[in-house]
């Protein structure tokens, strides 16, 4: 079992930053991959960047050059630095991770971009 803790969504202003955090606990030794996803009102659920046990790192088009996924494996965190947010930034972010049994998601937090 693995534990999801999610933090860091909020309002901002176009071109701003926002830092998202997500904590595991649990069987955290099993995680191969991390990555944070986003739903946007009316749209399906999209992969935004991953972060495999590896170090090697992934990113959706959109957000390339603008976001970067980090990880402190002491603090057994993920982190999700956003920046020049976008106001088709805004939507629920879930953390997500996958070991070779299961994959499982934290609750989500908002984060809303105002133009």
């Known amino acids: 079992q693995v534990r999801l803790v999610e933090s860091g969504g909020g309002l901002v202003q176009a071109g701003e930053s926002l830092r998202l955090s997500c904590a595991a606990s649990g069987r955290i030794f099993s995680i191969d991959v991390t990555g944070w996803y986003r739903q946007a009102p009316g749209k399906q659920r999209e992969s935004v960047a991953s972060?495999?046990?590896?170090?090697?790192?992934g990113y959706v088009d959109s957000v390339k050059g603008r976001f970067t996924i980090s990880r402190d494996n002491a603090l057994n965190t993920v982190y999700l630095q956003m920046n020049s947010l976008k106001p088709e930034d805004t939507a629920v972010y879930f953390c997500n991770v996958m070991t070779p049994s299961r994959t499982y998601w934290g609750q989500g937090t908002q984060v809303t971009v105002s133009s």
């Open positions: 972060i495999t046990r590896g170090g090697s790192t």
